[in-house]
């Protein structure tokens, strides 16, 4: 998808400039063609005249990508020294992004071009643009920003900016440097020109400073964001139609993957299904038993188990059914997307049994592959030869060292998760353990009996002889539950702590909900990075409510950045205090589309890359003297907010840990 779009911005409906020479590209995905899908555009009532013939008045500014413009600011929040230009600094293989914000006094559009010079012949800086549109939130919690109405979220790709009358849009533009880019000073321009006669262009002169290092391929910090290929096959009208089980049966078998009907004993929840959409549940599990049948109330959960549960969720695309290849192929493309452009790792909660082939996992490595799910948590799975020869394949290939086998999502089941998670290490050791169990109760002495905590009134611990004991290599628990003192002891005693976040945490922790500020999902992997932890999961990017209908989005045919409310929003619950909770993302008719918090999410990720180079140079200190001026050590509801002197704070520490870096 993206690759496509600096290739030719036509067919995406996004304006692409480069500056510098086109030697060496970007890391694609190659081969790969946007699907061609015949879609009804999402509408709006709040439409655009085809035709003003008035000269326009207009308030533009630009803002760093640190701060939320609402629909109805009037002026600049005031972190960059100039209102009317922008200045980014990033290292070599990094994005960094701002804004270009529109005021008109009645309704426009504008071309927009980009252009400019590298400093001299070396790898190019690629630089695009996005219009950023508007979702209807009817409730969300109090915060600083606003209260139910529009909000920015979604980044659209558009042949044309919009301007409404009186209301405040961005223009997001993304700087990407290759690892290869000169360092130094770099210039573009960015110009406006409206469709209308009569009104004077918009002209954005953007310097753009490129350190003397470059970030890894591999990103420092190990992620796993769940991508659910059930609702992209919905989405894309890509799901299969019901199969006879024997079918079923003999299409597992082909395929080379876990056959779940000799894999399970009793009832294990192998399969995911949305055959309602998610309204009764996030996820429906189908729990078939070992002689391949479904009891009535597992039916009446599933529907017809063939079609709801399995065709969907073939790695590789199988080998029987069109639209299972269909669907899977969507799949890969959406995980390809997320790693070459957003550092995140495709799959992990709700991931369905060897989602990746061995080959599909190799090609995402250049994109920047270091974590993923190579199948559920499930006992009967070390005994499953198919699973075996899957192991065995990832072995010989050099990938088992990324791969884990995740189970007991916020579970009290811990003498379960023990035995399975032991089982599963004796017969697959080069794949971790990975969890995001509840673990309470004072158990400093191992032998101490274990209290399972039913609710977060209980103490959380982060204990390493009991994460030990429970065979669990990688530890995640969610941001609240984190005592930063018993996390640093799990790592001193070599553990790879992870860390989460969902709905929650509320309050002053930083999230990545629409209320939270938008500086918020970025400094949050700040204090990844003050916490030393290996990685980060989030359980979503895709987990889009049942309400709305869903039509891929159009950016060709839109006809307003606001976008119809039948059609998307950013709510999972309708509830107040889980706006965007899981949803990082859009579906396009050309492909996925990003949002301003996925966006912040990427630059954290990067950050911690930055704190990671500095670490190996200068050690721990170093890097925990550079984060305390952001966030208090030990109380990680402390940290800086959104004024402008705390967001200039922000970027000035950034570039102090790159000056670091470079002496």
């Known amino acids: 998808f993206f690759v496509t779009v600096l290739a030719g911005a036509a067919c995406m409906g996004r304006a692409a400039g480069v500056v510098g020479d086109t030697s060496h590209p970007r890391p694609s995905t190659a081969g790969r063609t946007p699907p061609t899908l015949a879609r009804t555009p999402v509408t709006s009532s ?96 109090n915060n600083t920003q606003g209260g139910a109405g529009w909000w920015p979220d979604p980044c659209l790709r558009v042949p044309r900016a919009m301007g409404v009358a009186g209301v405040a849009l961005s223009l997001w533009v993304t700087v990407h440097a290759p690892p290869t880019a000169d360092p130094g000073e770099h210039k573009a321009t960015v110009t406006l020109t409206s469709t209308h006669a009569g009104t004077a262009s918009i002209v954005v002169q953007v310097v753009i400073t490129v350190f003397p290092f470059a970030l890894p391929t591999q990103p420092a910090l190990l992620t796993a964001f769940n991508l659910d290929p059930a609702r992209l096959a919905k989405v894309y009208n890509k799901s299969s139609p019901p199969v006879p089980l024997s079918a079923i049966e003999t299409m597992w078998e082909h395929t080379g993957c876990s056959n779940p009907f000799s894999a399970t004993r009793g009832e294990q929840p192998l399969w995911e299904s949305s055959s309602d959409g998610g309204a009764s549940d996030m996820y429906s599990y189908c729990t078939l038993t070992k002689a391949g049948t479904a009891t009535p109330g597992q039916r009446a959960v599933c529907g017809t188990v063939p079609g709801a549960c399995t065709l969907q969720h073939l790695p590789g695309g199988g080998g029987f059914d069109p639209t299972a290849r269909a669907a899977h192929t969507e799949h890969i493309q959406w995980a390809r997307w997320m790693l070459a452009n957003f550092s995140l790792n495709p799959g992990t909660i709700y991931s369905p049994p060897i989602p990746f082939t061995v080959q599909e996992l190799s090609d995402m490595l250049p994109l920047g592959l270091n974590s993923f799910t190579a199948f559920p948590a499930v006992a009967d799975l070390a005994t499953e ?266 970027l000035a520490q950034r570039r102090d840990v790159a000056a670091a870096i470079s002496a």
């Open 46 to 141: 709040n439409s655009v005249p085809e035709s003003l013939d008035q000269r326009l008045g207009l308030t533009w500014w630009t803002e760093t990508s640190l701060t939320r413009v609402m629909p109805s600011a009037t002026g600049p929040v005031g972190v960059f020294p100039d209102s009317q230009a922008a200045q980014l600094e990033l290292a070599g293989n990094e994005h960094e992004s701002f804004q270009i914000v529109l005021r008109p006094d009645v309704n426009t559009t504008y071309d927009v071009d980009i252009s400019g010079r590298g400093n001299s012949s070396g790898a190019q800086l690629e630089i695009w643009w996005e219009q950023v549109g508007l979702m209807e939130v009817p409730d969300i919690l």
């Open 385 to 650: 030869s198919h699973v075996k020869a899957y192991v065995a394949a990832l072995d010989a290939a050099n990938l088992s060292r990324l791969a884990t086998t995740y189970g007991y999502d916020e579970s009290d089941e811990l003498d379960s998760m023990q035995s399975t998670f032991y089982t599963l290490k004796q017969a697959f050791p080069s794949i971790k353990t990975f969890t995001t169990a509840h673990m309470c109760g004072d158990t400093h002495d191992w032998r101490a009996p274990v209290v399972p905590c039913s609710s977060k009134d209980s103490t959380p611990v982060q204990d390493p002889a009991q994460i030990k004991r429970r065979n669990v290599d990688y530890m995640c628990p969610i941001l609240d539950w984190v005592q930063p003192d018993n996390m640093t002891a799990c790592e001193q005693a070599g553990l790879d702590m992870w860390l989460y976040t969902s709905l929650e945490p509320h309050g002053t922790y930083c999230n990545l909900r629409v209320d939270n500020l938008l500086h918020e999902p970025r400094l949050l992997f700040w204090q990844a990075a003050q916490l030393e932890v290996t990685g980060f999961l989030y359980y979503a990017v895709n987990a889009w409510h049942a309400g709305p209908k869903h039509t891929p989005i159009n950016g060709a045919t839109l006809a307003s950045p606001y976008i119809d409310p039948s059609e998307w929003n950013p709510m999972q619950s309708q509830g107040a205090e889980d706006v965007g909770d899981g949803v990082l993302t859009y579906a396009g008719s050309d492909g996925p589309l990003s949002t301003i918090r996925l966006h912040a999410v990427r630059d954290g990720i990067e950050d911690f890359g930055y704190l990671a180079l500095l670490r190996e140079k200068k050690g721990a200190a170093a890097v925990q003297a550079m984060i305390s001026k952001l966030a208090t050590p030990g109380n990680l509801q402390a940290h800086i907010g959104g004024t402008p002197a705390e967001l200039q704070l922000m």
